[in-house]
């Protein structure tokens, strides 16, 4: 797999143009931050598994194929964040969206051996939104070359590169951990996917959709 995109080293806005991606700094305070981390934790029993195990285009253009994982409901300190003004605002000037509005979040839970193969995104993820709950969370897979592909492009890809795929093109994106930023990136637009994962993990992952 190609290295990460060279995201950091480009300014926000022109990130998001050339390759889908931006990570928006001094968001996310300290405080703010242990709280969100806390409050995931003392959620875990709220969990509900997201699996299935088909590749298919959705009706709303977005593609899936096999995933397993769960999803833990937003408590109130995600759900102010998710509707922060001050995160819309930057995520607005970030990526040169200015009708761009905030549809919810959700924490991913990732328990040994889960993943999501190859997909993008709801419509109404215009923008996704993601940052680490937990140190060292490994990368996801990133395809800013099938930017826009058609489902049966990637259901293409799947069959020919697998639902991890790896080479020319292929890369990854790291998420924020404790550092006051989020990743933006255009979950709609851009494939990415997470491999079998070693250990637990979670992650905060919010949508903003385009009016």
Request: glycine share 10%; proline share 9%.
């Amino acid at each position: 797999m190609d290295t990460e995109a060279p995201v950091e080293r480009l300014p926000a806005r022109t990130a998001w143009e050339e390759i889908g991606t931006a990570v928006v700094l001094g968001i996310l305070e300290p405080d703010r931050f242990k709280a969100l981390v806390e409050e995931a934790h003392g959620r875990i029993d709220l969990v509900t598994p997201h699996v299935h195990e088909h590749t298919a285009a959705h009706r709303d253009g977005s593609f899936a194929s096999p995933v397993h994982c769960g999803f833990i409901p937003p408590g109130p300190v995600l759900e102010a964040l998710a509707y922060d003004k001050t995160l819309l605002m930057a995520l607005r000037e970030a990526t040169g969206i200015p009708r761009l509005i905030p549809r919810g979040g959700a924490v991913v839970l990732y328990k040994e051996g889960d993943f999501q193969g190859l997909h993008t995104d709801s419509v109404k993820s215009t923008v996704t939104v993601a940052v680490a709950l937990t140190e060292n969370l490994p990368p996801m897979g990133w395809a800013p070359h099938l930017l826009g592909a058609f489902p049966d492009r990637l259901g293409e890809v799947v069959t020919e590169h697998s639902m991890f795929p790896e080479g020319k093109g292929f890369t990854t994106l790291t998420h924020p951990y404790g550092d006051g930023s989020v990743r933006a990136f255009a979950g709609y637009h851009v494939p990415h996917w997470r491999p079998p994962m070693e250990s637990m993990g979670l992650l905060v992952t919010m949508s903003f959709m385009d009016l």
